[in-house]
């Protein structure tokens, strides 16, 4: 920047007021790079107080933003405080990112399969909060399996195995971890130019160079239908792409949990079933799908060549391979891949029956997801601890036929007195009728 320049944009930030920004925006007008800018370095800082950062939320849920605030907000986050510097590893670097849902264990499939394939997966993941589960959180439940790693290590494994997951430092974007809170208790979180500039944040300070979104669907994701998840979708990959990222979008299912597993061990004991090619239908496909479209990414190939690619990673058993060398980079026990033994299991165990014969024409997935954290698999707040055991291991999903007294579900706890309550919230989320739903696609569309 010249030094006019400068000065002018000093003298540009001695003007603005976070009144007249909040005013402008409650207006309907939009805000430009310099006013976004103040605003977030003044909320990270302190000049900017909560309550005016969160009137400006409420006033973006009413009005909006246009792209180009949307992609400026995003930028300015990202910039909020530390930004990856992944250039220590060589070759592309492709990133995931799920907006979560109920059983969604795909990254500790799908990295392994890309990265067995010569792709570089440096991945920062987060824990389960709410009904949602955390990646960090499932494969914590690995006997001595590390997430919380220095830079040098992570990029030493990258380099190593071919794929690293860890946990997010607390430097990694503050901008977004103080507005989220924030936007948590005024009511702010469900909007999309805000939920997509979270995301986007993270993504981008993290510092991979192509990033594929798979945006979830349905009742047990934030976006509850797919004209919502398509929106947010575009906007994503429009922000990545004017930052310099390739960048693809899925929308995929979360009407119903993905896979039959829903807990922590539970969850890494079925992603390696799949991993040895006995995974779940839908979990399978929604996992193939993803990686062949990171493959394509990282210039792999055409859509078939990758998608060929990713099953011969699964059928020659590398990604499995891969899996086992990153567990024990980081600390675990790689002996899991062979001795699934070693997986903490509950105490208890609990079969949870159908009350009618019929169809189930439908789940609550997020209602689901609430029946796992009751059985301990997650947690309400930041701060609570959870139980690797604890889950559900579901027996019939929505489209199957079932007759009374079959086994809907199986609960797993080590906590005799959570398991009636979780009981009777997962018989709440099953609709059993006479009428079979139609069949889910899994995957609706795609950005690419
Ligand atoms: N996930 C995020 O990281 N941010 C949001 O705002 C919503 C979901």
């Not at 992609?71 to 530390?82: D, H, I, Q, R, V």
């Not at 969604?104 to 392994?112: A, F, M, N, S, Y």
């Not at 901008?175 to 979180?189: I, M, S």
Request: net charge neutral.
């Amino acid at each position: 920047m010249s030094g006019a320049g400068r000065i002018d944009s000093e003298r540009g930030r001695d003007t603005l007021r976070a009144y007249d920004l909040i005013d402008k925006k409650k207006k309907g007008e939009s805000l430009n790079r310099e006013e976004i800018d103040f605003l977030i370095h003044g909320f990270v800082n302190g000049d900017v107080a909560d309550y005016q950062m969160a009137a400006w939320a409420m006033a973006v849920c009413f009005q909006g933003m246009s792209m180009e605030e949307i992609s400026n907000l995003t930028l300015s986050m990202a910039a909020s405080g530390e930004m990856m510097d992944l250039s220590a590893i060589e070759g592309c670097k492709v990133d995931k990112h799920s907006t979560g849902g109920v059983g969604d264990k795909t990254t500790l499939v799908i990295g392994p399969i890309v990265a067995s394939q010569g792709v570089k997966v440096a991945k920062m993941s987060g824990r389960g909060l709410g009904h949602t589960g955390g990646t960090l959180d499932k494969l914590e439940s690995i006997p001595g399996f590390r997430t919380a790693l220095s830079d040098r290590e992570f990029t030493d494994i990258v380099n190593a195995v071919g794929i690293c997951v860890a946990g997010q430092t607390k430097r990694l974007v503050p901008a977004d971890q103080k507005l989220y809170a924030l936007r948590d208790v005024t009511a702010t979180v469900d909007n999309i130019p805000l939920i997509a500039s979270s995301i986007m944040s993270k993504k981008l300070a993290s510092g991979s160079d192509a990033i594929l979104l798979d945006v979830k669907t349905g009742s047990g994701a934030f976006m509850k239908t797919q004209k919502e998840a398509e929106e947010l979708a575009g906007i994503m990959v429009e922000i990545g792409r004017r930052a310099g990222k390739k960048m693809a979008a899925l929308v995929t299912d979360m009407d119903v949990p993905l896979g039959m597993a829903v807990g922590n061990a539970l969850e890494v004991r079925e992603a390696i079933d799949t991993l040895k090619g006995h995974g779940p239908e839908d979990f399978t496909k929604v996992c193939l799908e993803l990686a062949a479209n990171m493959l394509v990414l990282a210039g792999k190939g055409s859509p078939e060549q990758c998608m060929a690619l990713a099953k011969e990673a699964v059928a020659s058993g590398k990604a499995l391979d891969t899996f086992a060398r990153m567990v024990k980079a980081q600390g675990g026990d790689e002996t899991v891949v062979r001795d699934l033994s070693v997986l903490p299991a509950a105490r208890y165990t609990l079969e949870v029956k159908a009350p009618v014969t019929g169809y189930v024409e439908h789940m609550d997935a997020q209602g689901c997801g609430a029946a796992a954290v009751l059985l301990g698999a997650g947690r309400d707040r930041k701060e609570d601890g959870i139980q690797p055991d604890a889950g559900i291991i579901l027996c019939k999903k929505t489209g199957d036929s079932v007759k009374c007294g079959d086994t809907l579900a199986v609960l797993h706890t080590s906590c005799r007195e959570r398991i009636q309550a979780a009981k009777d919230r997962l018989l709440a989320c099953y609709r059993i009728g006479p009428v079979c739903p139609p069949v889910s696609p899994h995957i609706f569309s795609g950005i690419f």
